[in-house]
C-alpha cells in the first residue's frame, strides 16, 4: 500500500535562509508526486508536480523538488526563504497505474514551515 | 477559468443532525474528491466520484456518503453527526484521468457541539 511520510513535522528557519523539506514515499508502483501548501485557514494549493521527465522539478514561488527514484524520496527546497512562505506543506502520492486507488491522493501528515525574521 | 467553490464556508451544528456540503468543481473537470482534515489524523481520503459514480472510497463510516450530478457538481452527507467530525472538508477537481492532479477548493469548517 502506498504511504507518505514527512520527516519533519516543523521547521523553523531564518527569512533568506534555504530551507529543504523532506518527503519518502512507498509505493509498489509507478508514482506521480506533488507538494502542496496550505495557507491559514485555505484551501490547498499546488505548488509543483513530478509526473514524468526530468528529475528536478520547479514551481510557483521559487520552489523546486527532486525526485529521486532509488531512494523514494521527494525533497521541497528553496534557496531563499521569506516570512510569506510560512504555510504548512504536504506532500502527496498518487499511483500511475490503472485500477486500485486511482483517483485519490495519499498524502503525508505536514511540514509546518516558520519563517522568521 | 473560476476555481473550485465550496459552500457552505463555515457550518455549526449539534450532534446527531445531520448535513449536507456542496462543491462545485473547475468548469471541464469531471472527478470530485472529497478529503476530511483534522489536526490528529491529517487529511483523510473520503471518497471520489467520476462521472456521477462513486469510483473510490476511503475507510469512513456509512454516516458519509455522497452524490454527484450530471453538471459534475458533487454533495457530501454526514448523517448522524459526532462530536469527532468536527474537521475542514475539503473538495478537490481533477480531469479524472492519470496523473490525477488535483486542485483544491477553500474548504468547509464544519463544528459540531
Known amino acids: ?117 | 477559468k473560476a476555481g473550485v467553490t465550496q459552500t457552505p464556508r463555515y457550518l455549526i451544528k449539534t450532534r446527531g443532525q445531520q448535513v449536507t456540503l456542496s462543491c462545485s468543481p473547475i468548469s471541464g473537470h469531471r472527478s470530485v474528491s472529497w478529503y476530511q482534515q483534522t489536526p490528529g489524523q491529517g487529511l483523510q481520503f473520503l471518497f471520489e466520484y467520476f462521472s456521477e459514480t462513486q469510483r473510490n472510497k476511503g475507510n469512513f463510516p456509512g454516516r458519509f456518503s455522497g452524490r454527484q450530478f450530471s453538471n459534475s457538481r458533487s454533495e457530501m452527507n454526514v448523517s448522524t453527526l459526532e462530536l469527532g467530525d468536527s474537521a475542514l472538508y475539503l473538495c478537490a477537481s481533477s480531469l479524472g484521468d492519470r496523473p490525477y492532479e488535483q486542485y483544491f477548493g477553500p474548504g468547509t469548517r464544519l463544528t459540531v457541539t
Open chain 1, 1 to 117: 500500500a502506498q504511504s507518505v511520510t514527512q520527516l519533519d513535522s516543523q521547521v523553523p528557519v531564518f527569512e533568506e535562509a534555504p530551507v529543504e523539506l523532506r518527503c519518502n514515499y512507498s509505493s509498489s508502483v509507478s508514482v506521480y508526486l506533488f507538494w502542496y501548501v496550505q495557507y491559514p485557514n485555505q484551501g490547498l494549493q499546488l505548488l509543483l508536480k513530478y509526473l514524468s521527465g526530468s528529475t528536478l522539478v520547479k514551481g510557483i514561488n521559487g520552489f523546486e523538488a527532486e525526485f529521486n527514484k532509488s531512494q523514494t524520496s521527494f525533497h521541497l527546497r528553496k534557496p531563499s526563504v521569506h516570512i510569506s512562505d510560512t504555510a504548512e506543506y504536504f506532500c502527496a502520492v498518487s499511483e500511475g497505474g490503472y485500477g486500485g486507488s486511482q483517483g485519490n491522493l495519499i498524502f503525508g501528515k505536514g511540514t509546518k514551515l516558520s519563517v522568521k525574521p
